[in-house]
């Protein structure tokens, strides 16, 4: 079992940053890769960004391509999210999840489906 506690969500202006921390109870948590999503009211949750554990290797969707930076530290058990020059569509909920199944190429990781274990979210609000 995994537990994951997200913080660090906020207000901020557009062109602004934030850094999403997202911290997983378990011995574990360096076999498991992770992801994080974002859910705006009204729509769907989507995939927002990916990292594997072994050579940290990553992924994102376009819209935040040079923009968010995904990273984690096992030591620390933490999973985060550097968010640079913000925009108002990327207010949401951000929620951290945990996928225990190994092997596949990183864009597998973008299907809400192959994750076993999320977090409760935290707020990101971006102001014009």
């Known amino acids: 079992q995994v537990q994951l506690v997200e913080s660090g969500g906020g207000l901020v202006q557009a062109g602004g940053s934030l850094r999403l921390s997202c911290a997983a109870s378990g011995r574990t948590f360096s076999s498991f890769i992770m992801g994080w999503f974002r859910q705006a009211p009204g729509k769907e949750r989507e995939f927002v960004a990916a990292i594997r554990s072994s050579f940290g290797d990553t992924y994102y969707r376009d819209s935040v391509k040079g923009r968010f930076t995904i990273s984690r530290d096992n030591a620390k058990n933490t999973v985060y999210l550097q968010m640079n020059n913000l925009e108002p569509e990327d207010t949401a909920a951000y929620y951290c999840?945990?996928?225990?199944?190994?092997?596949?190429?990183?864009?597998?990781?973008?299907?809400?489906?192959?994750?076993?274990?999320w977090g409760q979210g935290t707020q990101v609000t971006v102001s014009p």
């Open positions: 999840a945990a996928s225990g199944r190994t092997g596949y190429s990183l864009n597998y990781y973008a299907r809400r489906s192959v994750y076993d274990y």
